[in-house]
C-alpha cells in the first residue's frame, strides 16, 4: 500500500515523513516534492521521490497511490486554490484510494480569511469523490 506526501521538504510534510519511516517500510511510501535533489536522502532511504509542482499538473504523478496526504501549499490564496485544484484533479483521475487534506480548525464556517482557502479546497475534495478526511489543524502546530 503506498501513501504519497507533498510537500515533503516542508516543514509538516518532512515532520509527517520523519514520523512515517518509524512506522511503516520505506518502499510504502512516496513523496512529491519539486526539488527532488532536496529529498535525495528520502530516496537513499528507499523512499519513492517523485517530482511534483502543483503549478504544472502535469509533473504530478499519483498514478499507484493508495492513500494522499494533500499539505496545503503557501502563497497567494487564488493561487493556493488554483494549485490545491489541480492536486485534487490529478488525484481523481489517477484514482487515488484515500485523500487526506491538511486543513484548519472550522474551515466551512470559519469567519477568518485564512480559511478560506481551506473552505474552498475542502469543497473540491469533496466534489471529487475521492474518500477523503480532513485533518483540521490549529495554526503552526508542527512547531
Known amino acids: 500500500m503506498t501513501t504519497l506526501i507533498t510537500g515533503a521538504t516542508g516543514h509538516l510534510g518532512a515532520l509527517t515523513v520523519d ?14 516534492v519539486r526539488d527532488p535533489a532536496k529529498a535525495a536522502a528520502l530516496a537513499a532511504r528507499g523512499v519513492d521521490v517523485r517530482r511534483g509542482d502543483f503549478d504544472h499538473p502535469e509533473t504530478l504523478d499519483f498514478v499507484g497511490v493508495d492513500r494522499l496526504l494533500l499539505i496545503s501549499t503557501d502563497g497567494p490564496d487564488e493561487a493556493r486554490i488554483t494549485k490545491q485544484a ?5 488525484a481523481q483521475e489517477a ?11 472550522d474551515a466551512p464556517t470559519s469567519p477568518l480569511g485564512l480559511a478560506a482557502v481551506h473552505r474552498a479546497t475542502e469543497e473540491l475534495v469533496r466534489a471529487s469523490g475521492i474518500p477523503f478526511t480532513f ?9
Do not use: Q, T, W
Open 86 to 90: 489541480n492536486a485534487v484533479r490529478v
Open 135 to 143: 485533518l483540521r489543524n490549529g495554526m503552526y502546530h508542527e512547531k
Open 19 to 32: 514520523h512515517l519511516l518509524r512506522r511503516v517500510p520505506a518502499s510504502d511510501l512516496a513523496v512529491s
Open 95 to 105: 484514482g487515488v484510494g484515500h485523500l487526506v487534506y491538511s486543513s484548519v480548525i
